[in-house]
């Protein structure tokens, strides 16, 4: 006898709702001075206009953005604008960068290049590992002064990139909110091309750093797409709210559903809420031994 499918409900949200959830994450960042900024939505394309004091807090503002689910394309027009204090030379600031490149325990000694033009820095050099590339970007991107970062950092091959598929595909699976059988890895040279489509931002950085965390990759290449504004049940808590990763007691449950076709319906008074619907099976549990 064929098991009875629940219904869960996830909210689709609209241009106006997800300009709301973006301003208030950018309010609850407190890296991130909201009242300068303009949040604006079209088409589920967000905006990011304003000044901001620093090219640390513009990082900031982009990263607080990305959380928010339901951004798929996010484009970011913020100015810099420094103040009388925060103002260096460019000789300052390579002083400044040279010293932290090479105090940082994670970067390799002599390894980074430093260059700076117009209060930009420019970091050159070869490194083993995506994580001591990464070290380099953020030990430079919060001095005063700064306007921008480029990153001509090259990364060397360290293993036979035959083994790299197989090591990504089983980060992904460790992933708690990744779904490995969603995301296809294609390996070609040095180069990792990941395609398929996750429900977050989150999931979608999760799979990224998975695949840099294989040694021999030179690039990534993301094709991942996010689902259209749906969250996960998993992601899903009450009054919409987040879960920290282990705190939800449905994850375990609904956390290796199979995806099923999901009808988009009005059910709602309210022309702007708009629910959609989508059944999945629900393991039976067993119950405790009668004592």
């Not at 980074?112 to 994580?131: C, D, K, P």
């Not at 988009?264 to 022309?271: F, K, L």
């Amino acid at each position: 006898m064929p098991r009875r499918r629940k219904q869960k409900t996830l909210l689709v949200r609209t241009d106006a709702q997800l300009q709301q959830d973006v301003s208030a994450e950018l309010r609850w960042e407190p890296s991130v001075c909201a009242c300068l900024i303009t949040v604006a939505v079209h088409d589920a394309v967000v905006s990011l206009t304003g000044e901001v004091s620093s090219y640390a807090q513009k990082c900031h503002t982009e990263r607080a953005a990305r959380r928010v689910a339901g951004v798929r394309v996010l484009a970011v027009d913020l100015t810099i604008k420094l103040s009388a204090l925060a103002k260096r030379t460019d000789a300052d600031i390579a002083r400044f960068a040279q010293n932290a490149v090479q105090c940082s325990a994670s970067i390799p000694k002599d390894a980074i290049n430093v260059l700076v033009e117009g209060g930009r820095i420019t970091l050159s050099g070869a490194v083993s590992w995506q994580y001591q590339k990464q070290a380099a970007l953020d030990a430079v991107q919060c001095l005063l002064g700064v306007t921008g970062v480029s990153d001509q950092i090259a990364l060397k091959p360290a293993l036979p990139v035959g083994a790299v598929k197989a090591q990504i595909e089983a980060a992904l699976r460790r992933g708690a909110y990744a779904r490995a059988d969603a995301i296809r890895v294609d390996v070609d040279g040095t180069a990792v091309t990941l395609s398929g489509t996750v429900h977050s931002w989150s999931e979608r950085e999760l799979a990224t750093n998975s695949a840099w965390g294989a040694a021999g990759v030179h690039k990534v290449v993301d094709n991942l797409t996010l689902a259209d504004g749906l969250r996960h049940p998993a992601d899903v808590g009450p009054a919409l709210g987040r879960h920290a990763p282990g705190t939800n007691p449905y994850s375990r449950l609904l956390g290796n559903r199979r995806s099923h076709p999901m009808l988009i319906q009005e059910t709602s008074c309210n022309p702007t809420v708009r629910l959609a619907t989508f059944t999945t099976p629900i393991p039976r549990l067993k119950r405790p031994f009668a004592r």
